[in-house]
C-alpha cells in the first residue's frame, strides 16, 4: 500500500546533539514538504521541496536543513538541537494538485 | 489578513446536529480547496476535496464552494463524538505548484 512513513515517532534528546528525521514515500510523488507544529496551534511550513535537487525554505524560519536526493527521501536535520526545537514535525508529499498525505509525524523533545 | 481564516472556536454541537465549519481565503486565483480533520497528537487527514462552486457530498459531509465569495465551508450532519476534532482548510496557492495554504483550524466540540 502506497504510504508516506516517518521515523522516529518519538524522539528526546540532549541540547546541542546532530539529529535527522526520516521521511520517506512510496507514492512516487514529486513535491514533499516539512511541517512544524506546537500542540493545538497553526501548521508552519519549514521546508519544501519539488522534486531531485529542489528544496526551498519555507514561510517559518527554521535552523534545520533538508536534502532531496531521491525522489522518495525528505529528511529533515538539526545540526545541533535546542529546546526552542521541541515539537512535532510532521511530513507530507502531493502528486499532482489534490492535496497531501501527511505522515505519522515526529514529536521531538529537547531537553 | 491571513490568506486563509477559519474561527479557531470551540464550536459546541449537541449529538446528532449539524456542525457548519466555515473558511474565508484572500487568493482569488486558488483553484483547489481541501478540509482536513486532525485528532489530537495526530497527523491531519483529507477528509474532503472540492474544485468547483457548489456542494460536493461525500457520506455525512458535505463541501460548499462559492469562489465569488471567497468562501469554503464544510457541514457535518448527524455529529458524532468521535467527529471531535480540529478541521482545516487548506486552499492551494494560484501558482499552481501543489502548495498549500491552511488555515489556524477551528475546533469541533461534539457532547453526547
Known amino acids: 500500500e502506497a504510504d508516506i512513513y516517518q521515523t522516529p515517532r518519538y524522539l528526546v534528546i540532549g541540547t546541542g546533539k546532530k539529529i535527522t528525521l526520516e521521511c520517506s514515500q512510496t507514492m512516487g510523488h514529486d513535491k514533499m514538504y516539512w511541517y512544524q507544529q506546537d500542540p493545538g496551534m497553526e501548521l508552519h511550513l519549514i521546508h519544501y521541496s519539488y522534486g531531485v535537487n529542489s528544496t526551498e525554505k519555507g514561510d517559518l524560519s527554521s535552523e534545520s536543513t533538508v536534502s532531496r536526493i531521491r525522489t522518495e527521501h525528505f529528511p529533515l536535520t538539526l545540526e545541533s538541537a535546542r529546546p526552542s526545537h521541541t515539537s512535532q514535525y510532521l511530513c507530507?508529499?502531493?502528486?499532482?494538485?489534490?492535496?497531501?498525505?501527511f505522515g505519522s509525524g515526529t514529536r521531538l523533545t529537547v531537553v | 489578513q491571513k490568506e486563509v481564516e477559519q474561527n479557531s472556536g470551540p464550536l459546541s454541537v449537541p449529538e446528532g446536529a449539524i456542525a457548519s465549519l466555515n473558511c474565508t481565503y484572500s487568493d482569488r486565483g486558488s483553484q483547489s480547496f481541501f478540509w482536513y480533520r486532525q485528532y489530537s497528537g495526530k497527523s491531519p487527514e483529507l477528509i474532503m476535496s472540492i474544485y468547483s462552486n457548489g456542494d460536493k457530498e461525500d457520506g455525512r459531509f458535505t463541501a460548499q464552494l462559492n469562489k465569488a465569495s471567497q468562501y469554503v465551508s464544510l457541514l457535518i450532519r448527524d455529529s458524532q463524538p468521535s467527529d471531535s476534532a480540529t478541521y482545516l482548510c487548506?486552499?492551494?496557492?494560484?501558482?499552481?505548484?501543489?502548495?498549500?495554504?491552511f488555515g489556524q483550524g477551528t475546533t469541533l466540540q461534539v457532547k453526547p
Open positions: 487548506a486552499v492551494s496557492a494560484s501558482s499552481n505548484t501543489g502548495k498549500l495554504i
Open positions: 507530507a508529499s502531493t502528486g499532482a494538485n489534490y492535496g497531501y498525505t
